[in-house]
């Protein structure tokens, strides 16, 4: 009988999950930043084998939220905690001996799933650690062969050709996020959020209209940049990722508008699909 469930992968913000997402789907699914809190909301990843299929939740990075973003982001954790079959706990080596999930998830009631510890950063550790570490399975092959044996017996949920259950949309949102993480630095990146306002497939090249919010017209001028400069910089950058994602060329159509305090209002929060821990934007 063939296994298949949901791994969700967890653990603090910047310790390499959506690096983990994709080197197991083989795929760049989830954006990469060396900025902390990237990831806002989970991201799927199907990752099928002979014998196995992984749905795995790349999750927002466990913290103590300060604004509502945060406890969006907060909220999306713990419902791919409390949704998963198996749970891959990452935490940086380099931090000594990691806390357990539910202190870092500081959630009293207790995890159901099973929980695999992965270490990540090993290699940036002195080597009599790294010896101390070493044989503990802690390399991606042995580390997915873990997972599998803890899913349940169960026929694939999905075709074996997919890759993820999130619409494109949804990843050329992120790739344009991506490239102002990529881009620009201190708070803008922060404060902006990608909706994807027109895609026409029909068009050729395909037609993409997607609008950056930000918080403060300041924000708006830096991103647009002198004479247009630095949002062209922008376009250029998330064009490619795209062309390269959806195998075709693209027209990237960027406009910057300004939705004053977004990250604290609920009602913006769920126009950019973020959930607050009651599930609504009330």
């Known amino acids: 009988m063939p296994r298949a469930g949901i791994v969700t992968v967890a653990g603090k913000p910047n310790v390499g999950k959506s690096t983990l997402l994709n080197r197991i789907v083989g795929q760049k699914l989830s954006i990469t930043s060396p900025k902390p809190q990237s990831t806002r909301d989970r991201v799927v990843g199907i990752h099928t084998s002979d014998d196995a299929q992984m749905v795995i ?13 945060q406890e969006a982001m ?36 207790p ?23 070493a044989g503990r399975d802690d390399g991606v092959p042995e580390l997915m062969a873990r997972v599998a044996s803890r899913l349940p017996e169960s026929p694939f949920l999905y075709p074996e050709d997919e890759i993820s259950t999130q619409p ?12 102002v993480l990529e881009q620009l630095h201190d708070e803008v990146p922060y404060s902006v959020a990608v909706q ?33 400069a630095q949002i062209k910089k922008l376009g250029e950058s998330a064009r490619k990722k795209i062309e390269l994602f ?11 508008k300004v939705l004053a305090n977004w990250r604290k209002n609920p009602g913006s929060l769920s126009r950019f699909g973020y959930q607050l821990a009651t599930g609504n934007a009330k």
Not at 60 to 68: A, E, M, R, S, W
Not at 111 to 133: F, G
Not at 168 to 179: D, H, I, K, N, P
């Open 57 to 69: 939740l790349d999750t927002p990075g466990l913290l103590n939220p300060k604004y509502p973003l």
């Open 168 to 179: 494109v949309r949804f990843f050329v949102a992120e790739m344009v996020r991506e490239s």
């Open 111 to 133: 995890i159901r799933a099973p929980v695999i510890v992965a270490l990540n950063k090993s290699d940036a550790l002195a080597s009599v650690r790294r010896e101390e570490l």
């Open 74 to 109: 907060r909220s999306a954790a713990l419902r791919a905690l409390d949704e998963a079959d198996v749970i891959i706990y990452l935490a940086d080596a380099t931090e000594g001996t990691a806390p357990s999930l539910s202190e870092a998830a500081d959630v009293k009631a």
């Open 196 to 228: 994807i306002e027109e895609f026409r497939e029909e068009r050729s090249p395909l037609y993409i209209r997607a609008v950056i919010y930000v918080e403060r017209d300041s924000q708006k001028a830096i991103i647009i940049g002198s004479k247009g």
């Open 246 to 256: 959806m195998g075709q060329k693209v027209y990237l159509d960027l406009w910057v």
